[in-house]
């Protein structure tokens, strides 16, 4: 997998490109695929520009930042400034905000270039893009099928070559699951590494931003850029990370594999394969391989659907028309005003997981559901605390499954929510978790494994995702079209 980021800045430091040059070959690449992944819903293509301009006056004048002047994107739920923010969802249709995301601020410090808001499931509520009010995304690997979700626009932006690199956000495996579905890199910071404020929350005990890179040195540096303590998140925490980029290309000799055989059940003989085989790579190379039970994490999946849901129908409670966003035509008063508005636009995962949180939250059901489900939390947390006294990083699975084919309902409706079960327990306990691809199956698709590590452990699986993106031969080549330099 190319090294995309330092590639490009590289080329824009030796003068051989400037960043307006970069930025309009993107723009071109954007206005040709497009049209047919729809990975932006909303693009800023003069914004770009002028800051490209920016960049390339900081440029010649030496020392700026790695990221200066090369172009990106930013998912549809992070608050960027006077620029359209919906969540791909009709209720919010025209929203502007008036302020920006704090990892929007850092970024710009850093002089990114803004290429536009990417597609993402309706308020994150997905694990396919397809609950999207703009419509889907598609898979750059094959369009026959979905990029995954929420952050599926922001995977087929990096996949496809419209953009260096995205932010997104991962909830219960929205960053990490696209980037498997389409063979790139998806980093879930641990919670609180990042700041949240500025991000249209979904669970906001569980949301948190990170990036979708072409390499796991290109999500080091974004890593690096984005994380710090912010006095505006109240869940921001107050905790120095030293630059992970410039100490990648460690060995592994001695570190300690923890694979959880929990993770392993029910998992296709195609995607474990692959997996088993980096295990065995890792093993050639001086690692320690520690099998363990972790009989926990069958508790992960219930637990974020009561919590996250839970979560979804408090923070969903402002959205009624009234300030911001998409506004009745015809009502009688103002209660059916709200209801109106509600019902005509939300789309239909976010009703089903509103009222979902309403029922555990509610008066009878309280205790019986959502108490129980923080309890459980707890209990997780505890597991993965006793688990990495064994172990130093986790191996598992990103996903179950390889990327659905377009509008795939399955056996059972419930069947896409299952295929969240192997990233799920990483966003319960708050843990940092990264996917990298490590085969095919035998349709060619990507196949994805994450390396899950200690709170604000990010240094740790960084290392070794690098050690085996630059070691091992994961079979998954850069998806063809985009810019190429």
């Not at 953009?163 to 696209?178: E, K, N, V």
């Not at 939390?377 to 006294?389: H, L, M, Q």
């Not at 199956?441 to 085996?468: H, N, S, T, W």
Request: a negative charge.
């Amino acid at each position: 997998m190319k090294e995309r980021i330092s590639r490009l800045s590289a080329l824009l430091r030796a003068g051989e490109i400037s960043s307006v040059e970069l930025t309009k070959k993107y723009i071109a690449e954007i206005e040709k695929s497009n049209p047919v992944l729809n990975a932006y819903v909303h693009t800023t293509f003069e914004t770009a520009l002028a800051q490209a301009e920016e960049a390339d006056r900081r440029l010649k004048e030496g020392n700026a930042p790695l990221l200066c002047g090369i172009p990106m994107t930013l998912k549809d739920n992070i608050s960027t400034k006077g620029l359209e923010t919906t969540c791909c969802s009709k209720i919010l249709e025209h929203y502007k905000p008036f302020y920006d995301a704090t990892v929007w601020e850092k970024l710009q410090g850093e002089g990114a270039v803004l290429l536009g808001k990417t597609n993402m499931d309706e308020f994150a509520m997905g694990s396919t893009c397809e609950t999207s009010c703009y419509g889907g995304a598609l898979n750059p690997r094959d369009t026959s099928r979905v990029p995954g979700g929420s952050s599926g626009g922001g995977a087929s932006a990096v996949c496809g070559g419209l953009a260096a690199y995205a932010l997104g956000s991962d909830t219960g495996g929205s960053i990490r699951q696209p980037a498997a579905f389409c063979g790139i890199v998806g980093l879930k910071p641990t919670y609180g590494a990042v700041s949240r404020y500025g991000l249209i929350a979904y669970g906001s005990s569980l949301d948190q931003i990170g990036p979708l890179t072409a390499s796991v040195k290109d999500a080091a540096i974004v890593f690096d850029a984005i994380c710090g303590h912010d006095e505006r998140d109240n869940t921001s925490e107050r905790i120095t990370m030293p630059a992970i980029t410039p100490c990648l290309g460690k060995d592994v000799k001695g570190l300690r594999i923890g694979v959880a055989e929990e993770y392993f059940e029910g998992i296709k003989e195609e995607i474990r394969e692959p997996i088993e085989r980096a295990l065995q790579f890792f093993a050639e190379n001086g690692a320690e391989i520690v099998r363990f039970s972790l009989p926990e994490l069958k508790l992960a999946l219930p637990v974020y659907y009561i919590i996250a849901c839970a979560e979804a129908s408090s923070n969903l409670g402002r959205y009624d028309g009234i300030r911001f966003g998409y506004q009745a035509k015809k009502y009688t008063t103002v209660d059916d005003m709200i209801v109106t508005v509600r019902s005509e636009a939300f789309g239909k995962e976010v009703k089903r997981r509103i009222m979902l949180g309403s029922y555990v939250l509610s008066s009878g059901y309280y205790d019986a559901y959502y108490k129980k489900a923080r309890t459980l939390r707890a209990r997780i947390v505890g597991a993965f605390s006793g688990a990495f006294e064994k172990c130093d990083v986790m191996l598992a699975p990103t996903a179950p499954n390889t990327a659905f084919p377009l509008h795939y309902s399955g056996e059972n409706m419930i069947e896409t929510y299952l295929s969240d079960v192997c990233t799920v327990p990483v966003n319960i306990a708050g843990l940092p978790s990264v996917s990298v691809p490590c085969g095919t199956d035998k349709a060619g698709l990507p196949v994805g494994m994450q390396f899950i590590g200690k709170k604000f452990g990010e240094a740790d699986i960084l290392q070794a995702a690098y050690y085996y993106e630059q070691n091992a031969d994961s079979g998954v080549c850069e998806s063809e079209g985009g810019v190429s330099l």
